[in-house]
Nanobody, 124 residues
Framework: QVQLTESGGGLVQAGGSLRLSCAAS????????VGWFRQATGKEREFLAT????????YYRDSVKGRFTISRDNAKNTVYLQMNSLKPEDTAVYYC?????????????????WGQGTQVTVSS
């Protein structure tokens, strides 16, 4: 079993930055791929970024490429999402998810373990 807890959300002005953290319990976390997703009010959940178990492979949604960076520290059982140049349209609840699956499965959101989410609000 893996439990995921997101933190680092908050209110920021457009152009600002936030770093989200996804802290995991469980000894197997270092074997899992992790994805970040978001869901804005009234919209479907969307994939943002994924990182493989070692941290060597990452993949991003086009709209966040160059602005968001995913990374992980397996010694700390934590995955991060550094978000720069934030825009009002980035406002959403942000979730991390993990599973021992390939990257294309992460992109589709087919992961077993999910956090409860953290709110990010970007003001104009």
């Amino acid at each position: 079993q893996v439990q995921l807890t997101e933190s680092g959300g908050g209110l920021v002005q457009a152009g600002g930055s936030l770093r989200l953290s996804c802290a995991a319990s469980g000894r197997s976390f270092s074997r899992y791929a992790v994805g970040w997703f978001r869901q804005a009010t009234g919209k479907e959940r969307e994939f943002l970024a994924t990182i493989n178990w070692s941290g060597e492979d990452t993949y991003y949604r086009d709209s966040v490429k160059g602005r968001f960076t995913i990374s992980r520290d397996n010694a700390k059982n934590t995955v991060y999402l550094q978000m720069n140049s934030l825009k009002p349209e980035d406002t959403a609840v942000y979730y991390c998810a993990a599973d021992e699956v390939p990257g294309y499965t992460v992109v589709r959101g087919l992961l077993k373990y999910w956090g409860q989410g953290t709110q990010v609000t970007v003001s104009s």
